[in-house]
């Protein structure tokens, strides 16, 4: 009877061990696509337009290297069009989406978030602009790029509360607040940094005070895709929890930042963001 109780555990054991390796095995390549214009998380790589590069792109190959499962992080167009290649099941992650209630019957979000984009408050160095918090942009004119992605909350503080001319992109929102026709730009802390220091402006404008909004960029699993299973979401929520703890996502954002400004200065007439 000894024995056989053993026969049973060692039995069971194995089952276990061969599911646990089915699910690690079972997709071992995953296809991945983002934003081609949110620098320095994600954008289009102008020395190969059909993948993706930036700090997301970075972490997520990191991530998957550690789970011996491979990654293609491609283009897929507009964002518009990255997230419907995701939701179609045609893609498998969306790496840099914020949290939206309207897509959880389609996507999986994968906690915590790759990264939090937050938001600073520009000014001219030399501007009298007195802010304690958001509700003190009230009495101020700002700009806010057509690109940014706020957290719905802040938004709708700023459509309630705050004046703001949206821009075409962010180097015309800088570009504004340089002459004179805005007080004050809302802007993301990485990307702000890297384009006011690739259009020459470092001397010309300062980020005031704490962020105003920190949005998520999340891991975003498509329900459809093939790859989606409670291992896979496991594992990628396991690792997303150990790299801030690691200090690689500081490290991997500083690095793109210097990236995306050395592009930025040849030619400055490439896409901006």
Not at 12 to 28: H, N, V
Request: with cysteine; net charge neutral; aromatic share 6%.
């Amino acid at each position: 009877m000894r024995f056989g109780k053993a026969g049973g555990v060692l039995a069971c054991m194995a089952a276990l061990l061969s599911s646990a390796t089915m699910a690690a095995g079972k997709c071992e390549r995953l296809v991945a696509t983002g934003s081609p214009d949110a620098p320095p998380y994600s954008w289009q790589d102008p020395k190969d337009p059909k993948h993706l590069i930036g700090a997301n792109v970075e972490l997520l190959q990191q991530v998957a290297s550690e789970l011996g499962v491979k990654v293609d992080v491609l283009s897929a167009g507009r964002r518009d069009q990255a997230l419907e290649e995701v939701r179609s099941g045609r893609m498998d992650l969306l790496l840099d989406t914020p949290l939206q209630v309207g897509q959880l019957t389609a996507l999986d979000y994968i906690h915590p978030p790759l990264q939090l984009n937050e938001y600073l408050v520009w000014t001219r160095h030399d501007a009298e602009l007195a802010f304690n918090g958001p509700a003190d942009l009230a009495n101020y004119q700002g700009s806010l790029s057509e690109r940014a992605r706020l957290t719905p909350a802040f938004e709708a503080f700023a459509k309630a509360h705050l004046k703001l001319q949206p821009a075409q992109n962010l180097t015309q929102a800088f570009q504004k607040l340089v002459l004179g026709q805005v007080d004050y730009v809302l802007a993301g802390r990485y990307s702000g940094m890297a384009m006011i220091q690739s259009l020459g402006m470092s001397n010309d404008l300062i980020a005031r005070g704490l962020p105003v909004d920190r949005p998520g960029l999340y891991l975003a699993v498509s329900h459809n895709s093939a790859c989606n299973d409670s291992w896979l979401r496991g594992q990628l929520a396991k690792k997303l929890t150990e790299l801030p703890i690691s200090g690689a996502s500081e490290a991997v954002l500083q690095r793109n930042v210097e990236r995306w400004k050395a592009q930025m200065q040849v030619p400055l007439d490439a896409p901006k963001h």
